[in-house]
């Protein structure tokens, strides 16, 4: 979605003001690797955020969206874990066979 002019000033001041706290706040809190593509994310929905123009607390406001989305996160990956029974018949363990020399 496209940006008025107002808007995208106030997401870049937002992003400048803001960007270098916010992925301090989630390396706190995820795995490195995650912080950028959270951080990215984060600013994304503040874009599409009709809140956006009247913010009282920028970075209370951020770190909201932030948490909304490690919640987010957390709950997809628990309901994307399988549960995989182990059939002893099948699965057990065995040694290692030696071979005749």
Partial sequence: ???????RAILENLYRSEAKALR??????????SV???AQEVFLRA???????????PRGFLRRI?????IDRARWNERS??????LE?????APPEQEAG
């Fill in 81 to 86: 874990r399988s549960v995989v029974p182990l």
């Fill in 24 to 33: 301090a706040w989630l390396a706190r809190r995820v795995d490195h690797a």
């Fill in 36 to 38: 950028d593509d959270l």
């Fill in 47 to 57: 874009a599409r955020c009709p809140q956006l123009v009247q913010l009282h607390n």
């Fill in 89 to 93: 018949t099948i699965h057990a363990s």
């Fill in 1 to 7: 979605a496209c940006l008025c002019p107002r808007h």
């Fill in 66 to 70: 932030a948490r909304n989305l490690i």
